[in-house]
């Protein structure tokens, strides 16, 4: 069987000493050692103050965890085994010797099998006075159970770190160091979700099968699949259910081993294939859940920090705190991974105000009224054609400006398309609204210019407004981006439109369905032609065949077509 080529890499045999040395390279104050650990460069370690040191270390593909949080402040060191493979007892003693400054190394060490084990021997070997501190914070594997490992160190580990590397910083001795970081650890629980496993560049092979419309809860970060695999074809969950489900975990954990207080921490850890706005979503969504079951978060945190390669899932760590705790956490640390952490978060919902209100007297505006409902049936066809021919927020951009237009449309014209202009620059963005923006005020200028409104204007007046309209439109159009006829974008369909518009008589709906049909045809045009502006420019032929979006919404101010028969 062959496997889809997902990552980037010379050669399988290569990839970790390779990986490994752009690591080191790329970190500002870490240097390797070829005994198999990155250390924190320095002159002579011999020659610093004597303090206690901190090292960590664990299979690879957790990056940045363990190597990008070596600093002054945080970790001496860190032992990278293999890909999900913990280091061995050799690389963790070389380490510790090369770490000791005279008082004694604390190891960091998460609670699986292989870590511990060589830990310990490297420990029970070890030259150095060594204090252990063990990471057991994954609820998702708190199993009551003698013959169970217990729960997996997981996302709690860098906070662990960060505590031990700021009280050693501080000149604490070697077990007050080790107490306070496994004090950290103790009070801390994690658990995770993930949406796609990760691949392996090693082999070509996802860490673990997940059908198409399943996710895993309580995911492991070697690529574990969790412990429970769940199909959400029928029902997605929301970003506020898993997250209350994770909580739900985490704080029974904490409460069953007796953890008090209400001052915690909170972190919102992405796996490595989770964007930073679905991070900050859920970090939001953590946030005011702990603070409606009575928590305060005096501290949070939020980043790809404890990654399972490139894992589309999150991890939600808490850690109840105290003021020592807090104290070691804001300490400064030149690790280069550690992100900013926010000191008492208060979430509020990012609402942009538009208090523009959308006109509601008079008689129902009937051209205007069947404008936005013919848009209103289509956002999604919208998206999905803009999908191929764009950027694909075609559709959505329009339902940010009209989905909750009411209908039926109230008012004079020049006052709807005035409104109209106003949602399109203010809601929709992007180039979409900017564009239709400017095209709707320069309609609706042109129409107060004139003093006609459709409700009650004959067909020739009405004609020769919407004539005036659509050319000042195009015109502004094509000053404001470039875009000219030909250019595969709206302006085929309203030029055409403009020059019908100018030689249209009859009643205001004869005028619409003169001008609708060059319209139409104007947004026929598109398919086939190579665009030359917009985001549809720059894909170049893959976007040939497919007929521009705003060209064909534009032709629903005129008359109805369905999107299929462009």
């Not at 945080?74 to 770490?99: H, K, R, Y």
Request: one cysteine or more; charged letters at 25%.
């Amino acid at each position: 069987m062959t496997h889809t080529f997902k990552s980037f890499r010379n050669t399988t045999d290569h990839f970790m000493r390779e990986a490994l040395g752009g690591l080191v390279a790329a970190h500002p104050c870490a240097e390797w050692h070829d005994e198999g650990f990155v250390g924190l460069s320095l002159p002579d370690t011999s020659a610093g103050a004597r303090r206690v040191a901190v090292i960590s270390g664990g299979g690879s593909g957790h990056e940045p965890m363990h190597a990008g949080f070596i600093g002054e402040g945080m970790l001496d060191a860190a032992c990278p085994g293999l890909l999900f493979t913990s280091p061995n007892a050799v690389q963790i003693d070389a380490a510790t010797e090369w770490a000791d400054r005279g008082a004694g190394v604390v190891h960091v060490v998460k609670n699986y099998t292989g870590d511990v084990m060589n830990f310990t021997v490297a420990a029970n070997h070890a030259q150095a006075e060594v204090e252990h501190v063990r990471i057991a914070d994954d609820v998702a594997t708190e199993i009551d159970n003698d013959d169970s490992p217990g729960r997996r160190g997981t996302g709690a580990t860098v906070i662990v770190e960060k505590v031990a590397g700021a009280a050693a910083a501080r000149g604490d001795d070697l077990r007050t160091v080790a107490g306070i970081a496994q004090r950290a650890a103790d009070q801390s629980r994690s658990m995770a979700v993930a949406l796609q496993p990760g691949h392996s560049p090693t082999s070509d092979r996802d860490t673990f099968d997940l059908d198409e419309g399943q996710i895993e809860v309580g995911v492991g970060i070697h690529g574990e699949p969790g412990v429970e695999r769940r199909d959400i074809a029928q029902a997605q969950p929301t970003a506020q259910a898993l997250v209350a489900e994770l909580l739900d975990g985490v704080l029974q954990s904490l409460r069953d081993a007796g953890v008090e207080g209400d001052d915690v921490m909170l972190f919102v850890n992405g796996l490595g294939g989770t964007s930073q706005l679905e991070q900050d979503l859920v970090f939001g969504e953590a946030l005011k859940q702990l603070t409606q079951r009575g928590l305060k978060v005096r501290r949070g945190m939020r980043g790809t920090l404890v990654t399972s390669l490139n894992m589309a899932g999150i991890s939600l760590t808490v850690t109840a705190l105290d003021d020592e705790l807090i104290e070691l956490i804001d300490a400064e640390t030149s690790a280069p991974a550690w992100p900013g952490v926010v000191r008492e978060p208060e979430y509020a919902d990012a609402r942009m105000v538009d208090d523009e209100a959308q006109p509601d007297e008079g008689e129902e505006n009937t051209w205007l009224t069947a404008f936005v409902e013919r848009l209103s049936r289509s956002f999604d066809d919208l998206t999905v054609l803009d999908r191929e021919a764009g950027d694909g927020d075609f559709g959505q951009n329009m339902e940010a400006a009209f989905g909750d237009v009411e209908t039926p449309v109230r008012g004079a014209d020049a006052e709807v398309l005035s409104f109209f202009a106003h949602r399109m620059l203010v809601r929709a963005g992007g180039t979409s609204g900017a564009v239709l923006g400017t095209f709707f005020r320069e309609m609706a200028d042109a129409f107060e210019a004139a003093g006609v409104d459709s409700r009650a204007a004959d067909g020739d007046e009405f004609a020769a407004a919407l004539a005036e309209g659509l050319q000042r439109g195009v015109d502004a159009i094509t000053e404001l981006g470039g875009a000219k006829e030909g250019d595969n974008t709206l302006v085929d369909a309203l030029a055409p439109a403009a020059r019908a518009a100018k030689d249209s008589r009859g009643s205001v709906q004869e005028v619409l369905e003169l001008v609708f049909g060059p319209a139409v045809e104007g947004a026929k045009s598109t398919r086939g032609m190579q665009a030359k502006k917009g985001r549809a420019s720059y894909l170049g032929e893959s976007a040939k065949d497919v007929p521009d979006p705003g060209a064909i919404a534009v032709t629903w101010l005129f008359g109805d077509a369905a999107v299929d028969e462009f």
